[in-house]
């Protein structure tokens, strides 16, 4: 079964800063693997996703990750944060040998902004 | 606008009363899913259905129950079964083709047991 760690709970950043928020994956292949970001009492809005080709791919607002399969990881990057980011993030796995079916999500890692 | 709906967004229920949660989609997506969000804990999935009239326990199924008697509805009834039943709760669809194996979420429903 596939499962999925993001080991920082809480993140702060400062406006304008860089981010990365971690991600690591256990599947035995290579899964399906999103980014979902959630604003408080809302649903999950997906930001990215990787399923083949391209290891770097790009998202929605400003955001791309990085898949890593020697290091199992698909972090989530910006180069500049703004202080809308700031909400849960959710890494997500998928396998697809049946067909995506069970998505299974990180506890999330929650983004602070400061001025 | 296609999307997924869900209704309501705030329920709260007595102790020993069952509840009935309103997922509606028209984005015309095989699959629908219920997952439930507590803190600290991500998302866990209660119940999906691939196809009309079929669906299958997902990893927290006890105490709910579901029903898919139309492509576009996936209710979900939190029983008086469910000891914990105080959540946020989510519906999510998926389709076919490039988008198929892409997972979209609606608002979200808050249950409190009072």
């Known amino acids: 079964a596939q499962s999925v760690t993001q080991p920082d709970i809480h993140i702060t950043v400062s406006e304008g800063a860089s981010l990365e928020l971690r991600c690591n994956y256990s599947?035995?292949?290579?899964?399906?693997l999103f980014w979902y970001v959630q604003s408080p009492g809302q649903g999950l809005q997906l930001l990215l996703k990787?399923?083949?080709?391209?290891?770097l791919v790009q998202g929605i607002k400003g955001f791309e990750a990085e898949f890593k399969r020697s290091q199992s990881s698909f972090n989530l990057r910006k180069p500049s944060v703004h202080w809308s980011d700031a909400a849960e993030y959710f890494c997500a796995v998928g396998a697809p040998d049946f067909g995506n079916e069970k998505l299974t999500f990180g506890t999330g890692t929650r983004l602070t902004i400061i001025p | 606008d296609g999307g997924i709906t869900q209704s309501p967004k705030y329920l709260f229920r007595k102790e020993g009363q069952n509840v009935t949660l309103s997922c509606e989609q028209n984005?015309?997506?095989?699959?629908m899913y219920w997952y439930r969000q507590d803190p600290g804990q991500g998302l866990r999935l209660i119940y999906y259905?691939?196809?009309?009239?079929?669906?299958q326990k997902g990893d927290i199924a006890e105490g709910y129950s579901v029903s898919r008697e139309k492509k576009e509805s996936f209710p979900l009834t939190v029983t008086s079964a469910q000891k914990n039943p105080t959540a946020f709760y989510l519906c999510?669809?998926?389709?076919?083709?490039?988008?198929?194996?892409?997972?979209?979420f609606g608002e979200g429903s808050w249950l409190t047991v009072v």
């Open positions: 599947y035995g292949a290579t899964p399906y």
């Open positions: 984005l015309n997506h095989d699959a």
């Open positions: 999510a669809s998926k389709g076919k083709g490039n988008s198929g194996n892409t997972i979209y």
């Open positions: 990787y399923f083949s080709g391209d290891t």
């Open positions: 259905s691939q196809i009309v009239n079929d669906f």
